[in-house]
């Protein structure tokens, strides 16, 4: 799959150094596949949960959330946001 846009990794690990490590794990396993629908996400990420249109990841043992939109007939992973648990609990990233 591909991911749009990875600059936003990149920001939030420069934010939380801690972060970078699992969001770096994520990618390259997002990357590595093809998931045809939601049956084969969650095959791979047991943790990922569907809230609406998006999908959030649970990232790093559950510190970080990874807020998305997949593409799944184009490959296509849209990262809306990537967001602490505590900054996730407050839902301000919800539609």
Do not use: C
Not at 12 to 34: I, S, T
Not at 48 to 61: C, N, P, Q, S
Not at 68 to 77: A, D, L
């Amino acid at each position: 799959m591909k991911i749009i846009s990875n600059s936003a990794l990149r920001a939030f690990a420069a934010e939380h150094p801690q972060a970078d490590a699992p969001l770096k794990g994520w990618r390259r396993v997002v990357e590595k596949n093809r998931y045809a629908n939601w049956s084969d996400l969650k095959a791979s990420f047991n943790s990922v949960d569907r809230v609406g249109d998006l999908v959030v990841f649970d990232i790093g043992g559950n510190k970080y959330r990874l807020i998305s939109y997949i593409r799944f007939e184009k490959q296509i992973v849209y990262i809306k946001a990537v967001l602490t648990h505590q900054e996730y609990d407050k839902g301000a990233w919800k539609p």
